[in-house]
């Protein structure tokens, strides 16, 4: 038997009055009636009834009916149910008084059946149309707030905001950022001899600690390209220690995958690479959003990572310059660069 569309809640103190309003509603399959004499009871019997109409006498015991409608006004449970206020007093005054309050109709008691019954119909009608408004729209924030935290994890904060407010062409240049690149070693290898399951749960271990790592410095993760993550600081919002907040990530990140690596009895190793410089950056796509970098900067740490060496952090004379005498190094000497020729390069060790 489906459940019936209107519910009618009858506040009124009279039992005679409650008995007589379920007369007139008893034979609507489509009205479901409760009735209770005091205030607080209605109020408590809304949250469980859950009516879409509430009958309501002008007069009842030890409290005024105003009052009761503006309660009812007040709790976020009956804040939009429609009242009908029901009274012996047919005096365009106290209809004024009723409707100011919050009331949404006014009936002389005992009303005539057919008029109490459409007037309960078109009223909770009403308020059924508002509910479903309601969970629509809740429905579309749900999504709209879904959307934003995709547009969000997948594109700088900034950067989002700027695409949601209608900027179409987003490309930038930066004077100095500083550019990571880290691949993990031997993972083509491990690749082969493993589940597709195993292979990219281990990857989404190591990445999202890479990720957690760049949340908590400010740096911001660009992509991974397979085994490989490549991160910058410096943009979207310039920032004077970008070399140092880099820096202070790939340490963080060798620790964080040799912590994966003995938990789960690997023996790969990671390559970091980081140079600082110059660098174009934008969004590219309309409907698969890249934000991407592009420059001799973006080259040249790529190859201080493939140049570099296992869990070691290869960094240009450049960025040792920026880090100064807060870090710690071992000078790797001249080192002759594919596609950039001889090169004067560093292991960075950790801070001073």
């Not at 991407?292 to 952090?313: C, F, K, Q, Y």
Request: glycine fraction near 6%.
């Amino acid at each position: 038997m489906e459940e019936p569309t209107h519910r009618v809640l009858l506040v009124d103190d009279q039992a005679m009055i409650g008995e007589a309003v379920r007369r007139l509603v008893r034979d609507e399959p489509d009205i479901a009636y409760e009735c209770c004499r005091d205030a607080e009871t209605a109020f408590a019997l809304a949250e469980t009834f859950r009516p879409t109409v509430i009958l309501q006498d002008l007069m009842l015991r030890d409290v005024s009916g105003l009052d009761v409608v503006r309660r009812f006004r007040a709790l976020p449970a009956t804040a939009a149910i429609p009242v009908i206020m029901l009274s012996a007093r047919d005096e365009p005054v106290v209809k004024a008084e009723l409707l100011g309050a919050g009331a949404n109709d006014y009936l002389v008691k005992l009303p005539d059946r057919i008029e109490l019954i459409a007037r309960i119909r078109v009223h909770s009608e009403a308020y059924l149309r508002l509910l479903e408004r309601n969970a629509a729209f809740a429905a579309l924030e749900r999504e709209r707030e879904k959307s934003e935290r995709l547009l969000r994890n997948i594109l700088p904060e900034k950067i989002a905001s700027r695409l949601k407010d209608g900027d179409a062409t987003i490309a930038e240049s930066f004077p100095a950022v500083t550019v990571l690149f880290a691949d993990l070693c031997g993972f083509t290898d491990f690749s082969q001899r493993v589940d597709a399951r195993h292979l990219v749960g281990l990857l989404d271990e190591i990445f999202s600690a890479f990720d957690r790592l760049a949340l908590g410095l400010g740096v911001e993760k660009i992509k991974t390209i397979g085994d490989a993550y490549m991160a910058v600081a410096g943009l979207p919002e310039p920032r004077a220690d970008h070399a140092e907040a880099t820096a202070d990530m790939a340490i963080g990140m060798l620790d964080a995958f040799r912590d994966v690596m003995q938990a789960r009895e690997l023996a790969m190793q990671v390559r970091i690479g980081i140079h600082s410089g110059p660098v174009v950056a934008g969004v590219i796509g309309r409907h698969k959003f890249s934000y991407d970098l592009w420059g001799d900067t973006v080259n040249t740490a790529s190859r201080m990572e493939s140049h570099g060496e296992p869990s070691r952090i290869h960094v240009s004379a450049a960025t040792r310059s920026l880090l100064g005498d807060r870090y710690r190094f071992a000078d790797r000497g001249d080192v002759t660069i594919k596609g950039k020729g001889v090169m004067s390069t560093f292991f960075l060790l950790g801070r001073a």
